[in-house]
Structures are given as C-alpha cells and as structure tokens.
C-alpha cells in the first residue's frame, strides 16, 4: 500500500520501508529484491530516486551479505 509522507530524512525512511518489506514478505531473492525496487521507483518522485537506490543498495547489502 502506498502512503503519502513528508520526511527529513527520505533515504532512511525509504531504507526502513523496505527492510520491513523484506521482513514482511520473507524476501530473498534477485528477482523478489528486484521487483520491490522496480515497486518504490514506479511509486515515487523521480526527484526521490537517489535516496532510493542508495537505500536499496545498502538492504541489498544486508539481505545477501556473505558471514
């Protein structure tokens, strides 16, 4: 579900979004991974396109991190 919000701090609260997504929706997967950012960049501003990928960029780093 989209939410309409104001933020200070957009890259964090886009960074919060999706780790709960992929919580949320047990997300492991390129192709699931892949499919939520295609979700948040068709659902935003292009003008909030670089806080999201570099949010991304960073649960992406989390989700498929090697110990």
Sequence with gaps: MAVV????????????SMVEMVVERRICGAD????LLMSYL?????RHHPAIL???????EAVFATP
């Design 5 to 16: 919000k104001r933020s200070h701090n957009p890259y964090a609260d886009f960074r919060s």
């Design 32 to 35: 699931a991974m892949g499919d």
């Design 42 to 46: 068709s659902l935003n501003s292009r």
């Design 54 to 60: 570099a949010a991304f960029e960073d649960v992406w």
